[in-house]
């Protein structure tokens, strides 16, 4: 059982694990979604979309709407938006409805549904404000009064996307993509001037198709991470990044100071909003803390990661590499810039924080997965807690809840040995990063000649050990045979000598043709260092053949 309530939906329906109820019980649905505060639970079932109270598993309300595709709660959790598959134009198929009532206080018409888009209303924290992009302008609405209609208008024609801040005062970050030689830009607008049209801040860039835009918590950073699909330098396949930093006030734009070359894998604002961790570069990846002022603080190191998470508090960091990658894990104490514990979770989807700041939970999920669908739940110090497959598994999401922020635990040797245990790639620090052909280098070489090969726990091959045994027969045999006579042993002797003078003329002539043909392979071209080593013994293999002969 969860030590902490989860949500999670598979294909044999929506269940409610861990907590004080667990009545919810493979309920069909189609999609779930919480509000922030874990007060409401909204099920997409075949007819609409009922709301539970996920604590006592009570239905609050019920909204029977056909073909639903999606269904999210405001920011406070006082209404629903839903988008249903539309018939027509003159189908209002997203609507905004009031939780408590049960009727839709706007509704209009958007053709496409799209994740990147999704939700088409946006909400401030107090579900105060919100607003809707629309074509050339955005809407913006009082949220207390939805029947008054759009209360202004930001006109800005080419507008692509928008993002209203979370917080008080709010302010909405626009961005227009390039277009007849002139530069993509984002613009932030005070929202309770937006009729006016003037930015507070503003930067422009070019080689950009589309941004992602995050707010910190106090709405006085912007992140703006720019994607464009064409990489000239054709070192990247899926395109180029780059990330710039807007303060709402104007005070500082520009271009995040990273000293790596590479994508932008990841940028996560701190929930304090008073920093940002960017995980950036090529493989291994890079991992720096910024300031407010986009001064870096902080540098993590490399390592095989894409991915960044804060706990709820901001008090631990996760650094993890999942997708393509083998799925490490590294946590971190803000407090102390200190790690705290290494682990792995391979094939995971995705990964978020449980809402007490001290758990961590890791999903492999379909359609990403299909096969080893499960969760795994760590401690903050990366010590695997609960592991549970669950085939099919679509979604796992924490229950939120209110919780009291707790500093990291003492440790004491027994607790840091049994966290040990789960974790055998647990190291003091992530290993290098090393592409996948290398790793089974040294086991080849130790098969091939016999070396020790220092990934294997007994420190020798299977070939080395079976030599080893082998030689060790042979030697109780000669110990075991009678004397033989002085004339049989020297001849012996001279037949075993000349034997070793042959075999090592042959090994010598061996590297010698070696180097003759990497001499043929290289003509014309600048050979390496290490070529250039193995070019520079050629004497001195031909002086050692040439003693030999003559001892011979």
């Avoid at 049960?102 to 088409?120: C, D, H």
């Avoid at 994607?227 to 005070?251: A, C, M, P, R, W």
């Avoid at 870096?296 to 095989?304: A, E, K, T």
């Amino acid at each position: 059982m969860a030590p902490l309530p989860l949500i999670v939906r598979s294909a044999e329906g929506l269940t409610l694990l861990g907590g004080e109820s667990e009545k919810l019980q493979r309920l069909a649905c189609a999609g779930a979604s919480v509000s922030k505060d874990g007060s409401e639970l909204a099920v997409i079932t075949g007819d609409g979309v009922d709301v539970f109270d996920p604590v006592t598993c009570n239905k609050i309300q019920s909204f029977r709407l056909d073909v639903v595709v999606a269904a999210v709660f405001s920011s406070a959790g006082s209404f629903l938006q839903i988008f249903r598959k539309a018939t027509g134009p003159e189908d209002k198929n997203v609507g905004i409805w009031d939780v408590k009532t049960g009727e839709a206080v706007v509704l209009f018409y958007q053709k496409n549904f799209s994740k990147s888009s999704w939700p088409i209303l946006q909400f401030s924290d107090d579900d105060s404000v919100a607003c809707r992009l629309a074509t050339n302008s955005v809407q913006i609405y009082d949220a207390k009064n939805f029947a008054k209609g759009a209360v202004d208008h930001l006109r800005l024609p080419g507008i692509q996307a928008v993002k209203l801040s979370p917080a008080s005062p709010s302010y909405l970050a626009t961005f227009i993509p390039e277009s007849k030689g002139q530069p993509a830009v984002v613009q932030i607008y005070d929202r309770k001037e937006a009729s006016k049209c003037q930015a507070l801040a503003r930067r422009s860039f070019f080689k950009s198709s589309s941004v992602t835009m995050t707010w910190n918590a106090g709405s006085t950073g912007l992140l703006v991470l720019a994607v464009t699909d064409d990489d000239k330098s054709n070192q990247s396949y899926y395109g180029d990044t780059k990330l710039y930093y807007l303060k709402s006030d104007g005070t500082c734009e520009g271009t995040v100071p990273l000293n790596k070359e590479g994508p932008i894998h990841d940028a996560q604002w701190s929930p304090t909003g008073k920093e940002f961790i960017v995980v950036y570069g090529y493989m291994p990846a890079k991992a720096a803390l910024f300031d407010t002022q986009c001064r870096q603080v902080f540098d993590f190191g490399s390592g095989p990661y894409n991915t960044v998470r804060w706990n709820p508090f901001g008090s631990f960091i996760c650094l993890a590499g999942f997708g393509n990658l083998p799925g490490d894990m590294v946590f971190w104490d803000r407090n102390t810039l200190k790690s705290i514990g290494n682990t792995k979770s391979p094939c995971s989807v995705t990964c978020e924080w449980a809402p007490d700041g001290r758990l961590l939970m890791t999903a492999t999920t379909a359609p990403r997965m299909r096969v080893d669908n499960g969760i795994r739940i760590f401690k903050y110090t990366g010590a695997l807690l609960e592991e549970q497959k669950i085939n099919d598994l679509y979604q796992a999401d924490w229950l939120p809840g209110q919780y009291v922020e707790r500093p990291a635990s003492p440790v004491s040797a027994k607790s840091s040995q049994k966290e040990k245990q789960p974790s055998a790639a647990a190291i003091a620090k992530p290993a290098a990063y090393r592409p996948p052909h290398s790793s089974m280098s040294a086991s080849v070489r130790a098969q091939l000649f016999g070396e020790e090969d220092s990934n294997a726990g007994s420190g020798l091959s299977k070939s080395a050990l079976k030599n080893k045994k082998r030689r060790e027969k042979q030697k109780e045999k000669s110990e075991t045979l009678p004397d033989a006579p002085e004339v049989v042993k020297e001849v012996n002797s001279e037949t075993s000598s000349g034997d070793e003078f042959a075999k090592k003329i042959r090994a010598l002539n061996k590297k010698l043709r070696q180097i003759e043909e990497l001499k043929n392979k290289l003509s014309g071209q600048t050979p390496s260092q290490e070529q250039k080593s193995k070019l520079q013994q050629e004497a001195l293999l031909r002086e050692e053949i040439r003693k030999l002969e003559l001892s011979s």
